[in-house]
């Protein structure tokens, strides 16, 4: 992560780059050809989120986007009327006559308007503009509809990454690493989709070869195997691309896996890079990443697998496909099998001590199951599906699978392979059962009906389970802590100043001086307090993020932003509005490495930070806490506050130097 966070400060510092490269990819997006091979719809929704999260200004990107769609499709549609029909027999038109043809009946169904209606959808808009000016449209025509389709398709792209942002911007509001995380995370999600739309649509023409020389060759012996195996796999059988996708799958699932289990057992090649990946994740742990990632692996709890999975089994029995229904089942069971014995074969920790594994982490049970409920569901659902389709639902699958693998590796709950090697093999039974049920109509399996129950009761069950037990997991997933203890009297001759003077974000930038330090109980820091003024406020969660969404509200209705401390949320936060109500002070608690024992008795040692705030709006959608600088009169009356305070243990003055101001003991 620290090696992308330079680049966004540069882009924000350096916006002309971060914009001309916005209009490269728009502008070739509109190329004929090449737009397939351009990736527009991930960096154009991260451009909209850089936009949301403030690293770049909303009208240099839309112009930039906008001007480079509407000139990519001009130079497609000049090509078009320049060379005329012979451009179909040049390079790179040449090498795509099926995807040609399809771009000329799409433009004689959808007429003038099949240059804004092409614009969204895959493969055909790379070919769109040049056609209909091979067709003769009107210079005049052209222009106005691609200027006016171009500004819409530049804020389709934009407006959703720009909310997306305003979203991230919420979790920016708490550091700058969450941020980049989440936006690599995103940027893997996006490039997985991206390279499933250029194989569905920059592959096929050659695969259809392909499945030619097989079948020949096939068809070649007289076996009578290899001679079903021929026509299987023959272009003529409508069923074939996906029958060798899943022969494919089966066979590079097989050995990747076979490959990954020797490098445990045998080679132990693997373990290097799981310990590098559980570094780095224990580097990134933060609390409200904590909550969504404990969320995220609920999600693929045996409980609620098993429900989506019945589920599925259930709507197949019901409408009597009964050996799929079956099937169906037994890959599953096979799947569970598979997930306890090879996880007593290979026994292995679980990354973080602490967390208890039955059946060992290999291979992660979570991710198998999650991936093979999903694939099983994919194969079914995308049955009597076109190839876009397929590709939505695969994609889809998919990134479910990746978020919830994630949470697993970022938990400390499975090493990286065991992850892996539950998604290979998840992809292999899935792959199985894909082969075998090409064979079986689709009227028998009702495919939307059945994709819409199994997700429903899978949902269901989900909220059920994270609404019941997310506390309880949360702290079991959570990291050990690692105190660090001192004497009373050690403690007030200086051990006290080993911790930070000021608060550290995520990013390891430091922030705001801490003004004090407090050895005692929270609860009667807040009772003394509350008595001179100060309000408690609830520890933030992610549905307090609701009330920044209206733009009327006040600042004393919203909570105060959610800053941590090298991770960690504040323990306590409180809040003193000043007198005309359009500031106020936030008090944050923040529990350090250390304690202090004192006659027998352990005390927790706290970081107190004061901070002002004022309401801003942002985007006219959101009203958002922004915080000011601090005032060293503020902190000088928090610590007249604090010393008045008669519950503390030990209170220590902080100052950036590392220096104390003062040191005042317990009192009676």
Same mark, same amino acid.
């Given at each position: 992560m620290d090696h992308i966070q330079p680049f966004l400060d540069y882009f924000t510092a350096h916006p002309v780059w971060a914009i001309a490269i916005v209009f490269l990819i728009a502008f070739g997006e509109a190329l004929l050809i090449i737009?397939?091979?351009?990736?527009?719809?991930?960096?154009?929704?991260?451009?909209g989120v850089l936009v949301g999260t403030g690293h770049l200004g909303f009208w240099e990107v839309f112009l930039a986007t906008s001007i480079g769609a509407i000139a990519g499709d001009q130079v497609s549609y000049w090509a078009g009327r320049l060379y005329g029909q012979q451009l179909k027999a040049m390079w790179p038109l040449s090498r795509y006559p099926v995807l040609v043809a399809k771009g000329e009946d799409f433009v004689r169904d959808h007429g003038g308007k099949s240059i804004a209606v092409g614009r969204f959808v895959p493969g055909?808009?790379?070919?769109?503009?040049?056609?209909?000016?091979?067709?003769?449209?009107?210079?005049?025509?052209?222009?106005?509809?691609?200027?006016?389709?171009?500004?819409?398709?530049?804020l389709s792209h934009i407006l959703p990454g720009m909310l997306l942002g305003q979203g991230l911007a919420l979790a920016g509001e708490l550091s700058g690493r969450l941020v980049v995380v989440l936006l690599v995370l995103l940027g893997i999600i996006a490039v997985a989709g991206y390279l499933i739309r250029l194989a569905a649509a920059g592959v096929s023409p050659y695969l259809h070869q392909f499945l030619a020389r097989i079948s020949r060759w096939a068809k070649s012996y007289n076996s009578r195997a290899m001679q079903r195996f021929g026509r299987a796999v023959a272009p003529e059988n409508p069923r074939a691309s996906l029958i060798f996708l899943f022969i494919c799958v089966l066979v590079v699932g097989l050995i990747s896996l076979a490959d990954l289990i020797a490098g445990l057992v045998v080679r132990d090649a693997v373990s290097n890079l799981d310990q590098s990946i559980v570094s780095i994740m224990a580097e990134l742990r933060n609390a409200p990443a904590d909550g969504l990632m404990v969320g995220l692996s609920m999600l693929a709890d045996r409980q609620v697998v098993w429900s989506a999975g019945l589920a599925m089994v259930f709507w197949l029995f019901f409408w009597r496909a009964w050996r799929v229904g079956l099937l169906a089942l037994a890959i599953m069971l096979c799947g569970e099998l598979l997930s306890i014995g090879l996880g007593r074969l290979i026994e292995r920790p679980a990354p973080v001590a602490g967390i208890d594994v039955l059946d060992g982490t290999f291979p992660s049970g979570h991710v198998l199951m999650a991936g093979l409920a999903l694939g099983l569901l994919s194969v079914l659902a995308s049955h009597a599906m076109g190839r876009w389709s397929r590709?939505?639902?695969?994609a889809a699958s998919g990134c479910v699978v990746t978020a919830i693998a994630f949470s697993r590796v970022y938990l400390g709950a499975d090493w990286l392979s065991d992850v892996l090697g539950g998604a290979l093999l998840a992809a292999v039974l899935s792959a199985v059962f894909g082969m075998v049920i090409e064979a079986i109509p689709s009227r028998r399996i009702r495919p939307l009906g059945l994709l819409g129950f199994t997700l429903l009761s899978g949902m269901v069950a989900g909220v059920l389970r994270i609404e019941s037990d997310h506390d309880r997991q949360l702290a079991i997933y959570a990291l050990p802590d690692r105190l660090q203890s001192y004497d009373k009297s050690a403690w007030s001759s200086g051990a006290w100043q080993n911790l930070s003077p000021r608060r550290v974000d995520l990013a390891g930038q430091p922030e705001e001086v801490f003004a004090a330090q407090w050895v005692g109980n929270l609860d009667s820091l807040a009772s003394d307090l509350e008595k001179q003024g100060w309000n408690r406020i609830d520890n933030w969660t992610w549905k307090d993020s609701i009330a920044y969404m209206d733009s009327n509200a006040s600042l004393g209705s919203l909570p105060p932003r959610p800053l941590l401390h090298q991770g960690l949320r504040a323990r306590l936060t409180m809040t003193k509005a000043s007198a005309d109500g359009s500031s106020r002070q936030v008090l944050r608690a923040f529990r350090s490495q250390a304690e202090v024992v004192n006659a027998g008795s352990k005390n927790n040692v706290y970081l107190l930070s004061v901070t002002p705030e004022i309401l801003r709006k942002r985007f006219f959608l959101l009203s958002m806490p922004s915080t000011l600088p601090v005032d060293t009169? $503020?902190?000088?009356?928090?610590? $007249?506050?604090?010393?008045?305070?008669?519950?503390a243990l030990l209170l220590a003055q902080s100052n950036e130097g590392g220096k104390p101001a003062a040191v005042f003991e317990a009192r009676p």
């Open positions: 737009g397939l091979f351009v990736p527009s719809t991930a960096v154009l929704v991260g451009a055909v808009k790379a070919v769109i503009p040049g056609i209909v000016g091979m067709l003769g449209m009107s210079q005049p025509f052209f222009i106005f509809v691609n200027f006016t389709s171009g500004i819409v398709w530049a590709a939505v639902v695969a009169a $503020d902190v000088s009356a928090l610590l $007249d506050e604090l010393r008045a305070a008669p519950n």
